[in-house]
Structure formats: C-alpha cells, structure tokens
C-alpha cells in the first residue's frame, strides 16, 4: 500500500474524475454500480477507512471529516463527487454546497445519496408507509422523513437506526445467525408498522440484503443506493452536459485511504467485487 500526503497535491486541470467518497468501504457498492454502467469515465475512491464510523460523531466532526475528504477529492482533479455517505450527506452536503463551494471550488459539483433514495422509494410505495434503517447520526438530523415529506406530506417515515451494523459488515461477518439476530432485532419494530417499503440509508447496508430481504419477505420493496445512484447519476450527467464534457473518458480507477491496514484491499476487493489497490492518505 503505497502512502501519500494530502498536503502535497496540487489541483488539478483537464480531464477531471468522478470522485466517491464515504467514511469506509459501503461506498464501493455506488462505485461497483456506476463502472458497471458508466465505464468510460474516471472514478477516484475515498474511504476515511480509519476514522469510520461517523454515525456515531457530532455533527461538526463529521461535516470537518467530510471538508476535508471534498478537498482531497478536489485536489485530485475531480469535477463532481458524490457524497456515497449517509452521514456525510444529511449533515454536511448543505453547508458544502453553500458555503465551501462557493468560496473554493465554484465550477465543481457535489451530490448526496438521500435525495434520489427518498425520490425512488416514493415511486414504488403503495400504502405510504416508508421504512428507514440508517446510522444513529442519518436518523438524529431527519434528513430522510424531511425529503419523503416534502415529495409527498402524507407519507408515513418509520425510521430505526442501527448501530451494529456497519461494524458488522467491516468486520466481514459472515456467521448468517449472528447476523439474521440482529437484523431482526432492528427491522421487526418497523415491519410491525405495516411498511410496504423500505430503504437502506447507508450504503454499508447493501452487502447484507440477502439476509434483509429473507427477513422482510419478497413482497417489501427494498430500495438500495447503489442501483438508485447509478440511475440518478446517469439522468444527472444527461442534464448537465457542460459538466459531463469536463470528465475524463479513460476508464481509470484510484483508491485511497486513510487505515493503514490491509484491511481496506481485502475487504474492498471483497465489495467491490474485483481487485483493488489502494494508496495510503494521511488526512491532518
């Protein structure tokens, strides 16, 4: 794993990349879904690997964390980065495209992962009862009840945050008990309330549908960030064609992060579904 200072990049011009970056490895679920579709651009990978989790953080180290991410990111020569954090996205995609923007980085873009989620599982509810299983930080600021409400006032958000669980998936817990056990611990409660829909607000989630789906039956849309971001993504770049002419076209990966284990190679490889290499970042 080669090692590199954020505090030597410069920015970058030209071609630029399509930067994701979440707080571990559940980001490598959008970017598997965006090269299985979109291979012809450059992607750059960002997973603070070494201060994950942030649903547990207060809302300032998480948006500090994310700050500093977006200008790794930026300084690599990305155009557009998507938020593929739940967390990052609900606490600090605002005030980053408000206030940093602005002020750094005027021609760039920055997406989240909520709104197109929220979008989606609106579509396909039948009785408007929406189900939300995220991190204890995603369900404190209402980010996601917010956006539903605003598409539709009239539905109903159960929201359950769930703690273990991205402990659980970067541990690489494959005992299916283990895993069924706590599952239901955190789904029964929301089943109970007649939802017909439900979304998995963080993107580590989606490594363990099999076992959500066997849980809430076949008959429950699940709604997973992956598929609905490749989508969002794809209809986003058709509509902004200025910032689509910007992107390299070269079909080059990058992976960083921040844990200076093996972990990330393993376990990424694992998720990502092929191969990776990442390089060592050290974020002050």
């Known amino acids: 794993m080669k090692e590199t200072d954020i505090r030597r990049f410069p920015v970058y011009g030209g071609g630029g990349s399509v930067g994701i970056f979440d707080s571990g ?3 490598l679920s959008i970017l598997r879904g965006l090269v299985d579709v979109l291979p012809q651009y450059d992607y750059v990978y960002f997973g603070d690997t070494a201060r994950t989790p942030y649903g547990t953080r207060s809302s300032e180290a998480i948006y ?4 500093q991410a977006i200008d790794f990111l930026f300084n690599k020569g990305c155009h557009i980065i998507i938020l593929a954090c739940n967390t990052a996205s609900s606490e600090a995609l605002r005030r980053l495209q408000q206030e940093y923007l602005p002020r750094h980085f005027p021609d760039r873009k920055i997406l989240g992962v909520i709104i197109p989620s929220a979008e989606e599982a609106v579509s396909v509810t039948k009785n ?3 189900g939300v299983i995220a991190t204890a930080g995603t369900i404190a600021s209402g980010a996601f009840e917010r956006e539903l409400q605003k598409l539709n006032p009239e539905i109903m958000v159960v929201e359950k945050a769930c703690p273990l669980l991205v402990p659980l998936v970067e541990a690489g817990e494959d005992d299916p008990i283990v895993t069924q056990l706590i599952l239901s611990n955190y789904l029964d409660p929301l089943l109970s309330q007649h939802i017909d829909t439900l979304i998995l607000g963080c993107t ?5 549908v099999r076992d959500i789906q066997y849980i809430v039956g076949d008959n429950l849309n699940i709604i997973t960030q992956g598929r609905v971001l490749t989508k969002s993504f794809k209809d986003y770049l058709k509509r902004h064609c200025e910032l689509e002419g910007k992107l390299g076209k070269k079909s080059k990966l990058s992976f960083f992060s ?3 284990s093996d972990k990330f190679t393993v376990l990424g490889s694992k998720f990502f579904g092929r191969t990776i290499i990442p390089e060592h970042v050290r974020l002050d």
């Open 64 to 67: 500090a964390f994310t700050e």
């Open 25 to 27: 490895f559940g980001g």
């Open 204 to 208: 580590h989630y989606e490594f363990l």
């Open 258 to 260: 921040t844990d200076l």
């Open 128 to 130: 408007k009862k929406i």
